[in-house]
C-alpha cells in the first residue's frame, strides 16, 4: 500500500486536472483525493509531477516480430481470406518486453495480424510487459482484422490471384460474410465462416485497413448490408469531416503512422478535419498501424505525440486519442468508463 502525494492528477476523461493524493491497495487506486492520511501506506512524493492513465496503443504488432524485427509470425500469407488466425499465437512476450514501451506510460497494446489480407484474423490485447504470454494477455479476440488498402493487392496481384484490384478485395469480403451469414455448423464446420459469426452479430470489431477516401467509403457502404457489423476505420489517411458517422462516434478510427517516410498517405491526414472531429464527438485514437509493420516505440512514440498535440490545442492534454480512445477501440473501456476514468481500475482502466 503506498500514496502517490501532491501529483497533478489527469483522469483522462477530459476533465481539468486537479492536484490530489492516490492511494493504491492491493495494487489497485483505492482513493483519489487531496490530503489521504493513511499510517499503513508508504508515502511517494510526486510534487510537481502529472500522474496519467496508463495509455494504449490501439493497434500494433510488439512481441510478433521477434526481439530484433527478425520474425514475422503474425503475416500468414498463404490465402486472402484467413479470419480464424489468431494473433495470440504469434505472441512473444521477449518481443514485446525488447520494446520497452512500459517505460513511456503504455500500459497495454492491441496486437493485429498484418493487414496483408482481406480477412487476417483476430487481434488480441496484451499487456506491455510480463515473463509469460499468457499472463499478459489482457483480452482475446478483442477483433476481426481486415484490409481494403492496397497491402493485399500487391501480396497476391504478382502471383496473378485475386485480389488484384480494389474489387477483387470487396468482392472477397462481402463474399465472406455472406457465406458466414448462411453458415449451418451443424452441417459442415468451416472454420472461415465460424470465425465471422461474432463479428456479424456485432460482438467483436470489425478493424478494417482504409487509407484512401474510397477505400473508407467503401467498407461503409458495403456494411450496410451487415447492419449488425461494428466497424473501426484503422489507418484512415484520408479522414475528412463528410464522414458523419465518425463524427458522431458510431465509428471509431484509428489513424495510421504518420512516421513512415515511404508511405504515400502520410502527407493526405488532413489535420484541421480530425481536430473538428474530435470536437464534434469522433473516437479517435492514434497508433503505428497501416499496410506495413511499425518500426518500433519510436514510431508511437511520435504518432502520439500528435494526440497530445491536438489534446493541447483544445485545452485538455493527455486525453485525446490516448487512453479513452483507444480502450474504446478495442473493447477495453467498458470498466474505464463505467468508473469514472481510471479510479479502482488496474493498469489505468484496463479490467477487460
Not at 85 to 114: C, H, K, L, W
Not at 173 to 193: G, I, M, R, S, W
Not at 211 to 220: Q, V, W
Not at 316 to 332: F, L, M, Q, R, Y
Request: aromatic letters at 8%.
Amino acid at each position: 500500500m503506498f500514496i502517490l502525494k501532491n501529483g497533478v492528477v489527469w483522469d483522462g476523461l477530459n476533465h481539468d486536472p486537479v492536484k490530489a493524493d492516490i492511494l493504491v491497495e492491493n495494487g489497485k487506486i483505492a482513493k483519489i483525493a487531496s490530503d489521504i492520511e493513511c499510517s499503513q501506506a508508504k508515502v511517494v512524493p510526486v510534487d510537481g509531477c502529472m500522474v496519467l492513465p496508463g495509455f494504449i496503443d490501439s493497434l500494433n504488432v510488439y512481441g510478433c516480430r521477434g526481439p530484433g524485427w527478425g520474425v514475422n509470425d503474425i503475416a500468414e500469407s498463404t490465402d486472402p481470406v484467413l479470419p480464424q488466425m489468431n494473433a495470440v499465437f504469434a505472441f512473444d512476450q521477449d518481443g514485446m518486453n525488447f520494446q520497452e514501451i512500459y517505460r513511456y506510460g503504455v500500459t497495454a497494446s492491441g496486437i493485429s495480424p498484418m493487414p496483408n489480407n482481406v480477412l487476417a484474423g483476430k487481434a488480441a490485447v496484451f499487456y506491455s510487459y510480463g515473463r509469460h504470454p499468457y499472463e499478459m494477455l489482457l483480452k482475446e479476440e478483442a477483433a476481426q482484422v481486415a484490409s481494403v488498402s492496397g497491402a493485399a493487392k500487391k501480396l497476391y496481384g504478382p502471383q496473378n490471384k485475386m485480389p488484384m484490384t480494389r474489387m477483387g478485395s470487396f468482392s472477397l469480403l462481402k463474399e465472406a460474410f455472406t457465406k458466414a451469414q448462411q453458415y449451418n455448423k451443424e452441417k459442415e464446420y468451416e472454420p472461415k465462416a465460424e470465425a465471422l459469426i461474432p463479428v456479424l452479430q456485432g460482438q467483436t470489431p470489425l478493424f478494417v485497413n482504409c487509407a484512401t477516401k474510397p477505400e473508407m467509403k467503401g467498407i461503409l457502404h458495403m456494411l450496410q448490408d451487415f447492419p449488425q457489423v461494428k466497424p473501426v476505420l484503422t489507418g484512415a489517411f484520408c479522414l475528412d469531416t463528410s464522414f458523419e458517422e465518425v463524427a458522431a462516434g458510431q465509428v471509431p478510427v484509428i489513424l495510421g503512422d504518420l512516421t513512415d517516410a515511404f508511405s504515400p498517405y502520410g502527407e493526405m491526414v488532413d489535420f484541421a478535419a480530425v481536430k473538428e472531429l474530435l470536437a464534434k464527438g469522433a473516437v479517435i485514437a492514434c497508433s503505428s498501424c497501416g499496410d506495413r509493420s511499425a518500426s518500433g516505440k519510436e514510431s508511437l512514440l511520435w504518432n502520439e505525440r500528435y494526440s497530445v498535440v491536438q489534446a493541447w490545442h483544445r485545452g485538455k492534454p493527455g486525453a485525446s486519442g490516448n487512453d479513452v480512445h483507444s480502450s474504446a477501440a478495442v473493447g477495453c473501456g467498458q470498466a474505464y468508463r463505467l468508473l469514472g476514468g481510471w479510479e479502482k481500475c488496474r493498469h489505468g482502466g484496463l479490467d477487460p
